[in-house]
């Protein structure tokens, strides 16, 4: 698929068709296109959890995603998004480079996740990326280190829809050339 429709395409899928799981295979290689996004001074401090399992993933969006969000997700592998935090953004002595900080962690994610979501749509996957979620439930039951900032949690599965493009803004709207 051509980038330019590759990004026309790409919509936030909140319905998932039930059996059609996806694969360990999948995930390696969607987290295999965001690792090629840049990040702070390379450290590279994006990681990802993947709930593959049908039991865990039930227990995932009982115990740690609101009703909401649970409803959408379902039929969906699910993919928690952190990154190590006090590292992006900061100097050896580990005092934060300029006036972000931590904000580098999230920034350099989020470089990552628009691949995850691009490599996902590629491969004929849909996603959404949910921030409402129980970040202290999820580190409880996924083992996730304290160095650790939890983000978000990705659904990752065959869509069940087709939904319409929301407008989005105009270049002219949001570019201001000097």
């Known amino acids: 698929m051509d980038f330019d429709a590759l990004l026309e395409a790409r919509r936030s899928i909140r319905q ?40 865990l993933r039930e227990r995932f969006t009982r115990e ?21 935090a006090n590292t992006a953004g900061f100097n050896t002595e580990g005092q934060p480079d300029n006036e972000c900080g931590n904000g580098w962690g999230f920034y350099d994610l989020g470089l990552h996740n ?39 949690v990705i659904a990752v599965g065959t869509a069940a829809q087709s939904p319409s493009k929301p407008p989005r803004k105009a270049v002219r709207d949001i570019l201001t050339f000097y």
Not at 120 to 136: F, I
Request: proline share 5%; hydrophobic share 45%.
């Open 114 to 152: 628009a691949l995850f979501l691009l490599k996902a749509q590629e491969l004929g996957l849909g996603t959404l990326v949910m921030g409402l979620r129980n970040a202290d439930a999820i580190r409880s039951m996924l083992h996730i280190p304290e160095n650790e900032t939890i983000v978000s």
């Open 16 to 55: 998932y068709a039930p059996g059609h799981d996806v694969t360990e295979a999948q995930i390696e290689e969607i987290v295999a296109a965001a690792v090629q996004a840049p990040s702070w001074k390379n450290s590279q401090t994006a990681r990802y959890y993947a709930v593959l399992s049908a039991p």
């Open 64 to 84: 740690c995603l609101p009703e909401g969000n649970a409803g959408k997700s379902r039929n969906a592998a699910l993919v928690v998004t952190t990154f190590v």
